[in-house]
């Protein structure tokens, strides 16, 4: 990612340093909205939400946190003597990241993961980040993957969001013309953007539960436990069939 491009990780480090952010998401179809992302992807483990702090008693051994932004999930786990490794396509998160402590980070996307890196006991795809898996068909092949880079009793923690509970029509009618395509409803194509930065756009999904076991049928994945939220979103534990 070129610097230009890295609107998400200069607004986690300009608030890291004490500055007021407001990182703005677009979506494809015109719609803009203003985020709180910077501020919640530094927030303290007293400040998280109740189904958050239950996931993470769901952590053990040697793990993977992807997508892992300014670290707070992996330095809390870090914290707690734990093993992880935090990967992030953004430069600047993963500054971010090892100036609050965190002792192991790779530049890396989701679809760069290989068995170059290990076995892990976890993987952690916190803050809506199951989102990376971008669309059903992509979702498989990196479960499969994830798969293999496990050991036998590993968890999946991840966390999504339920698209259709809202009542607002300019999401409805986005859900209804990702059908027309071909797409899920809640496959969203987005950017990022901070004062003079911009992300490329990139591919997003959100999935109800129902959604969720569908997308899990033969990939050797089952949910364990799912965690709620009251907004919406909910985290995923899922084992090894």
């Known amino acids: 990612m070129k610097d230009s491009q890295d609107a998400f990780g200069h607004g986690i480090y300009d608030h890291f340093k004490g500055i007021d952010v407001d990182e703005v998401i677009e979506r494809d179809d015109g719609y803009v909205d203003v985020s709180l992302g910077p501020k919640s992807y530094l927030s303290k483990f007293e400040d998280w939400p109740v189904h958050e702090k239950k996931a993470m008693t769901y952590a053990k051994?040697?793990?993977?946190?992807?997508g892992c932004g300014?670290?707070?999930?992996?330095?809390?786990?870090?914290?707690?003597?734990?093993d992880v490794l935090g990967i992030d396509?953004?430069?600047?998160?993963?500054k971010v990241c090892r100036e609050r402590?965190?002792?192991?980070?790779?530049?890396?996307g989701v679809t760069q993961i290989t068995k170059e890196l290990g076995v892990f006991d976890t993987i952690m795809m916190m803050g809506n980040n199951f989102g990376l898996v971008?669309?059903?068909k992509?979702?498989?092949?990196?479960?499969?993957?994830?798969?293999g880079i496990t050991t036998e009793d590993a968890h999946i923690i991840a966390e999504t969001m339920n698209p259709y509970r809202t009542d607002k029509e300019e999401h409805l009618a986005y859900h209804r013309d990702n059908k027309r395509r071909g797409r899920m409803g809640g496959q969203v194509r987005i950017r990022c953007r901070y004062k003079r930065y911009m992300t490329p756009w990139f591919d997003y999904l959100f999935v109800s539960k129902d959604e969720l076991r569908g997308i899990l049928e033969g990939t050797g994945w089952n949910v364990k436990k799912f965690l709620n939220s009251n907004y919406g979103s909910y985290i995923m534990v899922l084992e090894k069939e």
Request: proline share 4%.
């Open 61 to 66: 051994g040697r793990v993977l946190d992807i």
């Open 138 to 147: 992509r979702a498989r092949w990196l479960l499969r993957k994830f798969r």
């Open 70 to 82: 300014g670290g707070r999930h992996a330095v809390h786990l870090q914290s707690k003597g734990l």
């Open 134 to 136: 971008a669309n059903p």
């Open 101 to 108: 402590g965190l002792r192991k980070t790779k530049l890396l």
């Open 89 to 94: 396509n953004s430069p600047m998160a993963l």
